[in-house]
């Protein structure tokens, strides 16, 4: 039978400079041994936001906060300079309730930059305020205003994939603990936040014939189609000490991929799959970004805005841009790619002439294109269609490369600078520079792209190259055989550390453990590299 959990309220809290360990003490689930389990009910009667808290979308002024409650609620938030919480600054956020799951964010504005900021969320009932939970305490780092000041961020993704879910015998998520203890300035997950078509089973046994156990829950014990059982996936991960942890001191930009609905979706997809009663890919789509945007604090999804859409620009100060694609939402259909005309592409017209213009208005030291596909890499759909950009045909760009053919010329003939890519979504990590000597197109300057993951999911071997845009693999580190689980293969997560003195980037490319596996310095003011 499925786990049911009963979820979590943290007992102490214990704030460090820097740095937050929240959620201590929490009570274990009936038979498990392990720290990973959400704890008991705190104050009976009283609402209670037990699921943490999250921060995203930082700038140097501005920020979202997120919080969960077990009831309807009122959320509440104060901001301070000091985990004293001296003269607070108060927020009031928005009524929680059954229609956005007893979710919510709050939107913070007018923070002073490059500064420590401690909030407290408090939950209290709607009809009484005076009836309120015990506060909820994180952190964050706003987006320095001055361009001398260092930028670190960490990114990945894949999480709780191939039936890889929270093991209470190895700590749960432990990758999770050792990103929040290098404090960086924020994460950038990569998409694949769940995988709403992955059965989470209470044990797998392994090749070698030791036994991987994993919490599981109702909503993980089949395939997600209803709002619920979306909803649920989102959870999911949060019952992980380690993950709300990570959230209360780490604030994320967050992006999302096929697996958030299913395996390699795109839009108008009817599926040919008994395990759905909905056939209608566009009917789940929209179930999973409406849970989607309740659990992830993400600026344009937020009640109220305008947008409405996962893509858009997160700028971290003088130093940084980040431009979240998404490459799902807006794709043509999975198809062999050799059509010679593609308007849609792998992210429309629209999005195209939205990147663009956000690229040409930049004035960031570097402009992080943060990818939820790989470029060169080839990920087939089946045993004729592709799923990214590439399809195998080393000569002119066809199909979904027209469109970032004309992208990459765009960059260079506009001269735009510091530019390199980072993705996730084939559970491996490597590096790759593209460079036009090398392609068979060759109007745009080199550029680099980096890879990582998976943080909790299935290591897979390495995908072949296309030679379309002349990729050249500095670096790969895949397992040998497919689907090779955390205990066998460590997950990866990368890190990019920009120096304020002298503006170099530096990647690193890790593996749990505190393995660096490559470095890679960049420096700035270059079209390419």
């Given at each position: ?30 038979g498990l041994a392990t720290a990973t389990a959400a704890p008991a009910l705190a104050l009976s009667g009283r609402p209670s936001a037990d699921w943490g808290v999250q921060a995203g979308d930082i700038t140097a002024s501005s920020g979202l906060v997120w ?319 592709f799923e990214a950009v590439a399809q195998g045909d080393p000569d002119a760009p066809l199909g979904r490369e027209l469109q970032i053919a004309e992208l990459l010329r765009f960059i260079k003939h506009r001269r735009i600078t510091g530019t390199l890519w980072l993705t996730a979504d084939v559970h491996y990590t490597a590096a790759q520079h593209y460079e036009p000597s090398r392609a068979a197109f060759k109007d745009f300057a080199p550029f680099w ?81």
């Open positions: 039978m499925p786990y049911r959990p009963r979820i979590p309220s943290p007992n102490r809290r214990t704030v460090l400079k820097g740095s937050l360990a929240a959620s201590a003490g929490l009570a274990l689930p009936a919080a969960r409650s077990d009831r309807p609620a009122r959320m509440v938030v104060e901001t301070s300079a000091t985990e004293s919480f001296r003269r607070p600054r108060r927020w009031q956020g928005p009524l929680l309730g059954p229609g956005t799951d007893f979710t919510g964010t709050t939107q913070l504005r007018g923070l002073p930059a490059g500064e420590q900021i401690h909030y407290r969320v408090t939950l209290a009932d709607p009809d009484d305020p005076r009836r309120t939970g015990k506060p909820v305490y994180g952190t964050f780092r706003t987006a320095p205003a001055s361009r001398h000041q260092d930028v670190r961020f960490l990114w990945s993704g894949d999480i709780a994939g191939q039936g890889w879910g929270i093991n209470p015998d190895i700590g749960g998520f432990g990758v999770y603990d050792e990103m929040r203890q290098l404090n960086p300035d924020f994460f950038l997950s990569s998409g694949d936040n769940i995988y709403a078509d992955g059965v989470i089973l209470p044990s797998v046994t392994l090749p070698d014939g030791r036994v991987w156990r994993n919490i599981t829950t109702e909503e993980k014990s089949k395939v997600a189609e209803t709002l619920a059982e979306y909803r649920g996936n989102f959870r999911y991960n949060l019952l992980d000490d380690n993950v709300r942890r990570f959230n209360a001191q780490v604030p994320s930009i967050v992006q999302w991929d096929d697996h958030e609905v299913r395996n390699n979706w795109y839009p108008g997809q009817i599926l040919d799959d008994a395990r759905y009663t909905e056939k209608n890919v566009d009917v789940l789509a929209a179930r999973s970004l409406r849970a989607f945007s309740e659990y992830f604090p993400v600026s344009t999804l937020r009640p109220g805005s305008r947008e409405g859409r996962v893509h858009r620009v997160v700028r971290h100060g003088p130093l940084l841009d980040v431009f979240v694609l998404d490459m799902r939402t807006y794709r043509d259909a999975n198809s062999p790619g050799r059509q010679a005309d593609d308007t849609v592409g792998i992210l429309g017209a629209e999005q195209l002439e939205w990147l663009k213009r956000e690229l040409a208005r930049s004035r960031a030291v570097w402009k992080v294109i943060a990818a939820d596909m790989p470029l060169g890499l080839v990920v087939a759909d089946g045993p004729a269609n792209e980096f890879v990582s993951g998976p943080l909790a999911a299935g290591g897979f071997p390495a995908n072949a190259l296309d030679a379309t845009f002349g990729p050249d693999q500095v670096f790969v580190h895949a397992p040998v055989k497919a689907n090779a689980s955390p205990m066998e293969t460590p997950p990866n997560f990368g890190e990019i550390e920009i120096d304020g003195g002298s503006g170099e980037l530096t990647v690193r490319l890790r593996a749990q453990g505190g393995s660096v596996l490559f470095t890679k310095v960049l420096r700035p003011g270059l079209v390419g590299q």
